[in-house]
């Protein structure tokens, strides 16, 4: 019990080291950007709010992984996903800090973390692919209320952003049709290049 314990409660105060992981993505009304903890709480929050959209599924466990989806950027950092170079490795870097991080926990909790963040990782479910859909959705939403923040960034076009939250067009229906309007209306108020 005590050793248990003590895993635990280092694995808990190991991933206070995620609000010091910060994204791409500027917050609304603040001049810095997002941390990794407060995308994961925001994406829980819509997970509960939006599940609705995404038909029937596992809303606990929809919240798990977005919860746990960014806990191995503590080790292998936040990559950005416009950056075609820092993306070469990255799933080698997150696989590493995988083992490592949860690797902390007792084995039971260990196993159960690792397979939702490999769904997750792999989108096959219906679970993993509405997580990935807020996701995508998260950062579009404090793009456009930032205008476009991190879209100003050379390269980044519509048809990037439109590929990055295709995944939401078979899993929500009802959200890709109000991501599209927003990317049209990105485009139309010079947020984001066509």
């Not at 798990?64 to 080790?75: A, G, N, S, W, Y």
Request: glycine content about 4%.
């Amino acid at each position: 019990m005590k050793e248990r314990l003590s895993k635990q409660l280092a694995f808990i105060v190991e991933i206070d080291k995620l609000k010091q992981i910060f994204r791409q993505s500027r917050l609304i009304g603040v001049e810095r950007n997002e941390n990794d903890a407060e995308h994961s709480w925001h994406l829980a929050v819509m997970a509960i709010l939006l599940a609705e959209y995404a038909g029937n599924l596992d809303i606990l466990k929809v919240i798990k992984m977005v919860l746990i989806h960014d806990l191995v950027e503590i080790e292998a950092g936040d990559t950005f996903c416009y950056d075609e170079a820092a993306n070469q490795d990255k799933r080698d870097r997150e696989v590493k800090a995988a083992d490592h991080l949860f690797g902390l926990l007792p084995a039971d909790q260990a196993k159960e973390i690792r397979a939702l963040w490999d769904e997750f990782e792999a989108m096959h479910t219906r679970e993993a692919r509405f997580a990935a859909c807020l996701d995508r959705l998260e950062p579009l939403l404090l793009n456009y209320h930032t205008q476009g923040h991190t879209w100003q960034r050379p390269g980044i076009t519509s048809a990037k952003v439109f590929a990055r939250c295709e995944v939401l067009k078979d899993t929500a229906p009802a959200l890709w049709e109000y991501v599209q309007e927003l990317i049209e209306s990105a485009i139309n108020q010079g947020f984001l290049v066509r």
